[in-house]
């Protein structure tokens, strides 16, 4: 493992609790930083918070990414905690299940947007203002490689990953000359817990479109991820990063 320096950088981590956004934690905290993990599922962020601990500091709030009341609550006890936001991952989200788009119900239409694009928004608005007060910044938000090719039967999730690189890239110029610098990934699919919401045909599908012929490690994403948390990451902003085993070649 290469080491990037993240020393004493606060990093909050939105589905911090399992699968990306637990290995982008245990990345941050073999890089020297604090980790806070953000996750609704209770249980979990309580299990993980335990596991990583040994690695060091790390600290978790359960936070509901779609109210931007608990998201404000949650910037705020992390800087009662740490006294600053340097870093911010949004990575939580859902696949929202396989299905042609007029079979697909307008409630889980919407539910995908708003946990994967509408939650990020929430966090960004909480937490910008603070890395402006700080004079640093860095967020990096995980998209999909769905989101720039559209994937058949998750045109809702393909539209939110859209999104969400449109939303970075309009953050990343708008943060262009404050030292907050903003960047995007769009992986191809890993095997996470992610994968109980497909139907297995659309795992086989998404397999047969990488190159590689295999699905992304969640230590893969991580290891990009941290680097663009980290100030060796210092010129690029509003920028998209694939990590696709050959998919995305544009």
């Known amino acids: 493992m290469n080491q990037l320096d993240l020393r004493d950088r606060v990093a909050i981590i939105t589905g911090g609790a399992r699968g990306i956004g637990y290995a982008i934690a245990e990345r941050v905290l073999r890089s020297g930083g604090v980790a806070v993990l953000w996750d609704m599922d209770e249980a979990a962020l309580g299990d993980a ?3 990583l601990a040994p690695l060091g500091p790390v600290t978790a709030d359960l936070v509901q990414l779609t109210d931007e009341t608990s998201v404000a609550a949650a910037t705020a006890n992390v800087l009662s905690r ?5 870093i911010a991952v949004n990575n939580a989200g859902i696949t929202g299940g396989n299905a042609r788009l007029w079979e697909l119900e307008p409630a ?17 608005r909480a937490i910008v203002p603070e890395m402006l007060k700080g004079g640093y910044g860095r967020i990096v938000n995980i998209a999909s490689i769905a989101g720039k090719e559209g994937n058949p039967n998750a045109s809702h999730y393909s539209a939110s990953k859209a ?13 262009a000359t404050s030292n907050i610098l903003v960047n995007c990934i769009t992986p191809a699919a890993a095997k996470t817990a992610i994968f109980d919401q497909m139907k297995p045909e659309f795992i086989q599908f998404m397999l047969s479109k990488i190159p590689m012929g295999r699905f992304v490690q969640v230590d893969e994403i991580a290891a990009m991820a941290c680097w663009l948390a980290s100030e060796d990451c210092a010129f690029s902003t509003g920028a998209v990063f694939d990590i696709s085993g050959g998919r995305g070649t544009y």
């Open 49 to 51: 918070a335990g596991s």
């Open 82 to 86: 740490h006294g600053r936001i340097d």
């Open 108 to 124: 889980v239409w919407r539910q995908v947007i708003e946990v994967n694009l509408v939650a990020p928004y929430l966090v960004c």
């Open 163 to 175: 999104g969400l690189i449109a939303l970075t890239k309009s953050l990343g110029k708008e943060l």
